[in-house]
């Protein structure tokens, strides 16, 4: 039984690597393709009035926030994917949605890590490649995000779905027990 424990284990690690994989080699590709075809602050639509592609730098974190806060974004984000890996490494109470939040918010981070790291004047001076730019509702608000940025909050949206559905299952287990416990009546 144990062993059949471990294939299920190293199964959902492998699988998490090739998700953070892929979210790296889809946001890099797609970065350096838009780099390749677009000047910066060109425009070209895709969807007019909703979607197109705008090649842009942001220095900033989500939303252009916290521009020029570029060790903080380095520092945080370093500790944040260590925790990610270690976790998807290590940690036992793994499910496949768990495992699948994690995988795309660690990939999405590592991505825009490497774009702050290369793309910029100076070392820690890195800016982020954007590119989709979604513009459903102009008269409210416009984002332009990457892939990686799309990732993160696909993956966050996950997790919050994995600790909800958590919540639930430990809500319905502990009913049963209380009912179980006192013979079912209640």
Wanted: with cysteine.
């Amino acid at each position: 039984m144990k062993k059949k424990r471990m294939k299920k284990e190293t199964r959902l690690t492998l699988v998490a690597a090739a998700i953070v994989a892929a979210v790296i080699a889809v946001d890099q590709c797609a970065k350096h393709a838009v780099m390749a075809c677009l000047a910066l602050d060109e425009s070209i639509d895709l969807i007019p009035g909703v979607l197109r592609l705008t090649y842009i730098r942001n220095a900033g974190a989500a939303f252009g926030m916290l521009k020029n806060a570029r060790w903080l974004f380095l520092i945080v984000s370093t500790a944040v994917i260590a925790a990610a890996v270690w976790f998807l490494i290590f940690y036992h109470r793994k499910t496949r949605l768990l495992n699948c939040a994690v995988a795309m918010i660690t990939g999405g981070g590592i991505s825009n890590m490497i774009d702050r790291l290369f793309y910029g004047e100076t070392f820690a001076g890195g800016t982020v490649v954007d590119f989709l730019d979604f513009c459903a509702f102009p008269n409210l608000w416009c984002w332009i995000f990457n892939v990686a940025d799309a990732a993160v909050v696909i993956g966050t949206g996950l997790l919050i779905l994995y600790l909800i559905l958590d919540i639930i299952k430990e809500s319905k287990t502990a009913h049963g027990e209380t009912n179980h416990a006192d013979g079912g009546n209640t």
